[in-house]
């Protein structure tokens, strides 16, 4: 079993819906969960990270954590075409900085 | 943040042969990793490379395969050894920048670079 599993879609919405991306994972160590962002033929880019259980949001986007379920998602809210891209989670332990991630999700959002 | 670049940004090999890849930083950076990005697969460590110290290797990823060296803060190099089909991938590396008083709260942020695409025949 994979620590970390991922969706990878694609995921074909029109602009303007809600777009729900999720992950679940094993280690129940893993404290720091990321979001990441990579456009074809670029680097991922982190979007947006939540420590522990609990929501964030930063504009259009939602993180939240769920430790009792092993689960995490990323909602888009008014999906645009430019969030067309990969979006893969990412994983931390309190201490160290490696990163798990899943395999990512690709996403096309249609004008 | 940190710019990084790579070359080369893709390139086609024949089996057998080895290919070095080039990981430039604009900043210093204590903290440099090597990562691949198969089809389909997860974002994978392959080792993380401190300046001054031998690199240290992931499960599964051993040096005679995947040399790196690390000559100072704002650059590192990784070799593809005797490459086969099966190492066709996107490598990519990363860096961490210098850590800051920060909370429990806050990660240290990892930057990618664009990747280097390999093709092996």
């Known amino acids: 079993q994979k620590e970390v599993e991922q969706d990878p879609g694609p995921l074909s919405v029109p602009e303007g819906a809600i777009v729900s991306l999720n992950c679940t994972y094993s280690n129940s160590a893993f404290q720091y969960f990321m979001w990441y962002r990579q456009y074809s033929r670029k680097g991922p880019e982190l979007l947006m990270y939540t420590y522990s259980s609990g929501n964030k949001e930063d504009g259009r986007f939602t993180a939240q954590v769920d430790k009792s379920s092993k689960y995490i998602s990323l909602f888009i809210r008014d999906s645009q075409p430019s969030d067309s891209a990969t979006y893969l989670c990412a994983m931390s332990e309190l201490f160290g900085n490696k990163l798990v991630f899943g395999a990512g999700t690709i996403l096309r959002v249609k004008s | 943040s940190a710019v990084i670049s790579q070359k080369p940004s893709r390139d086609i090999c024949q089996r057998g042969t080895s290919l070095t890849i080039q990981c430039q930083v604009d900043s210093q950076v204590t903290m440099m990793f090597w990562y691949r990005q198969q089809p389909g697969q997860s974002l994978t460590l392959i080792a993380t490379?401190?300046?001054?110290?031998?690199?240290?290797?992931e499960s599964g990823f051993v040096i005679d395969k995947f040399p790196i060296s690390r000559p100072n803060l704002t650059f590192s190099t990784l070799t593809v050894s005797n490459m086969s089909p099966e190492d066709s991938s996107i490598y990519l590396c990363?860096?961490?920048?210098?850590?800051?008083?920060?909370?429990?709260?806050?990660?240290?942020?990892?930057?990618f670079g664009p990747g280097t695409r390999l093709t092996v025949l």
């Open positions: 990363s860096v961490e920048p210098p850590s800051r008083d920060r909370g429990p709260a806050e990660i240290n942020e990892q930057f």
């Open positions: 490379a401190n300046q001054g110290s031998e690199a240290t290797y």
